[in-house]
């Protein structure tokens, strides 16, 4: 059974750098790509990007600029960092794995992050 | 970037009642159409993947129909555990991108 568990700062100032991690259990990361995804609060869904077990990466353009998603093997973690973060980037960030098709499951348990000044 | 319209943005249902909610993408994606259901404080979790395939370990009274640009998800009679947002996703390309939800609500 695959699982995932994210952890890093729910409380950030305006200009930081967002970090967070995803360690995955159950399963090596080569099986599958792995997405983080982002929901501010009472809103809908958007995708940040994604990568694999390679460090291959895709991300959204709208994000491309102050992303990065790397993955640790040795470690069997995904990690994202976003960068100059503002308060638009308050949200509850999801891990998921992205399976060959292209939908996501299981997805971590999500972290609030807030952005304040 | 593939659009994704769902619709309706909410809706208030009673247990029982057949529910459907329908997707509309902005261009043809096949069938890379896949749902997934929020409860509060939840993560997302999958329902339909490749737009009419059921999960594993969900209620078959869950299904999802259509191609190309118009999709519909359809709960047959609803359960109280039913009352959720539920949202589309379209797999076709990059961005990955997903509807606005819709909120199923309790009449």
């Known amino acids: 059974q695959v699982k995932l568990q994210q952890w890093g700062a729910g409380l950030l100032k305006t200009s930081e750098t967002l970090s967070l991690n995803c360690a995955v259990y159950g399963v090596s990361l080569s099986a599958y790509h792995w997405s983080w995804i982002r929901q501010p609060p009472g809103k809908g869904l958007e995708w940040i990007g994604e990568t694999n077990h390679g460090g291959s990466t895709n991300y959204s353009p709208s994000l491309k600029s102050r992303v990065t998603i790397s993955v640790d093997p040795s470690k069997n973690q995904v990690s994202l960092n976003l960068s100059s973060v503002t308060a638009a980037d308050t949200a509850v960030y999801y891990c998921?794995?992205?399976?060959?098709?292209?939908?996501?499951?299981?997805w971590g348990q999500g972290i609030l992050v807030t952005v304040s000044s | 970037d593939i659009q994704m319209t769902q619709s309706p943005s909410s809706l208030s249902a009673s247990v029982g009642d057949r529910v459907t909610i329908t997707c509309r993408a902005s261009?043809?994606?096949?069938?890379?159409l896949n749902w997934y259901q929020q409860t509060p404080g939840k993560a997302p979790k999958l329902l339909i993947y490749?737009?009419?395939s059921l999960q594993s370990g969900v209620s078959s009274r869950f299904s999802g129909t259509g191609s190309g640009t118009d999709f519909t998800l359809t709960i047959s009679s609803l359960q109280p555990e039913d009352f959720a947002a539920y949202y589309c996703q379209q797999s076709y390309g990059t961005p990955l991108t997903f509807g606005g939800g819709t909120k199923v609500e309790i009449k």
């Open positions: 490749a737009a009419s």
């Open positions: 998921a794995s992205g399976r060959p098709g292209g939908w996501f499951d299981p």
């Open positions: 261009q043809s994606i096949s069938t890379y």
